[in-house]
């Protein structure tokens, strides 16, 4: 009788009688021992302390049992202004907190910055970063210099849009998720360092104003952007005034109240059309919030005045919005409220179904609006080179990266017809 071989697939049966040596061989055929164990879990990452607000820095420094409840108060005070007024990313700097206090805060959080992915510079000196605040999830924030009393940035609220405006680049990108305070103040903690403007308050920052008009309507992020608004304009840290904070909707009117109420911020609403027909194709929200809606919304926003106009934004568009007769629909719209309206030329990008209007006919549309009162200057495009204008941002994730096509090889040309 032939004995089968130990262990062998034969032995086990699980070879058919036409699969089988007709001889017994001395080699066996190993079993495949599979590894079902789970890999590690990661372990989750600290709390950065940076993008808390003051009641929740307090409260996350007594959970963690860093600070006794009687301390947290000064020491509350003491990191916050560690974090936005010097910028520092180690705790080991903070000086006048004690060794044992700076090591425990090392053991349970963190200071870190997102991750820069890429930084790119205009030749009008815009800088553009794409910034991944974690897996998936990249925003774009562009800093204006000669903006507002020294230089603007264009922060982000969300990851995508919802809005679907049509000439604007990032409404073509879906929403992924709301930002948090965290990485919204993030933003403003990139550019600082970029600029090396730590301390806060030295006298010739270049960085003065914030304006939310970058990824997302901040209105569907009211949460976020005010828990972030109270920590950029506070005047220990970031101080950078609400006065110089705007916060631009397309016109979301049940909160423009809350915002006015708990921001006190500075507001911006992207017009870009005096009729519904228009406005509707323009920015789609216009069929929830028409105008009429929109308007009595801003006219009863908290804190309107002289002092605290509205800014109107309004995109030139060749032939579609541009025509003296819209210029008379403007003034008309707007009559008795306390407004100026930036004329923004158009920023194209790839695949745009707009051109922007000529320069003489934004021009002669300005001169309309001025005659009747409004101030009403033509924002200079800045940026457009690296897509860095207004209605240019758009997160990496959802296009071939800017820096793959630059190292491309150009096509070639294509042969001259004779």
């Known amino acids: 009788m032939r004995r089968r071989a130990p262990g062998s697939v034969w032995a086990l049966g699980l070879l058919s009688d036409m699969e089988r ?8 055929i190993p079993l495949t021992v599979l590894d079902i164990s789970r890999p590690p879990v990661k372990a989750p990452a600290p709390p950065n302390l940076s993008g808390m607000t003051r009641a929740e820095l307090a409260a996350a420094l007594v959970a963690a049992g860093v600070v006794a409840p009687g301390k947290a108060k000064m020491r509350t005070s003491q990191i916050w202004g560690w ?19 700076r090591a425990a805060l090392g053991a349970n959080f963190t200071l870190a910055r997102p991750e820069i992915v890429e930084r790119q510079v205009s030749n009008d000196g815009t800088r553009k970063w794409l910034i991944r605040m974690a897996p998936g999830i990249e925003v774009e924030s562009v800093y204006i210099p000669d903006v507002g009393r020294a230089g603007a940035l264009c922060v982000s609220s969300q990851v995508g849009c919802t809005l679907n405006c049509t000439f ?14 965290a990485e919204i103040v993030a933003q403003v903690q990139v550019c600082r360092d970029d600029l090396e403007e730590w301390p806060s308050d030295k006298d010739d920052r270049r960085l003065s104003n914030i304006v939310f008009m970058g990824m997302g309507e901040p209105l569907y992020n009211l949460d976020g952007v005010a828990d972030a608004l ?6 220990e840290g970031l101080a950078i005034s609400r006065r110089r904070i705007t916060v631009s909707t397309s016109g979301v009117v049940p909160q ?7 921001t006190n911020a500075m507001l911006a609403i992207s017009l870009h059309a005096t009729n ?13 919030y028409n105008i009429e809606t929109l308007m009595a919304g801003i006219r009863a926003y908290p804190g309107l005045s002289n002092a605290r106009r509205v800014t109107f934004e309004y995109v ?15 003034v008309q719209l707007l009559k008795g409220i306390p407004a100026k309206i930036n004329l923004i030329p158009f920023n194209p990008w790839p695949g745009s179904p707009y051109e922007c209007s000529s320069w003489k006919t934004i021009e002669v549309f300005a001169a309309i609006v001025n005659k009747a009162g409004f101030a009403s200057p033509i924002r200079t495009p800045r940026g457009r080179d690296i897509l860095a204008a207004c209605g240019q941002l758009k997160s990496e994730s959802e296009k071939v990266r800017a820096s793959a096509r630059r190292k491309a090889p150009e096509p070639e040309a294509a042969p001259a017809a004779e």
């Open 83 to 101: 974090m936005h007024h010097h910028g520092v990313t180690d705790f080991a700097a903070m000086s006048n907190i004690d060794k044992d206090t």
């Open 316 to 330: 030139m568009l060749k032939g579609i919005n541009d025509s003296p007769a819209e210029a008379r629909a403007l």
């Open 230 to 235: 109270d920590i950029i304009s506070d005047n």
């Open 256 to 262: 423009l109240g809350p915002l006015g109420e708990r």
């Open 276 to 288: 519904d027909a228009l406005r509707d194709e323009l920015v789609p929200l216009n069929r929830k």
């Open 168 to 181: 604007c680049h990032t409404g073509t990108q879906a929403l992924v998720r709301n930002l948090t305070a």
């Open 21 to 28: 040596p007709s001889r017994l061989s001395r080699e066996t």
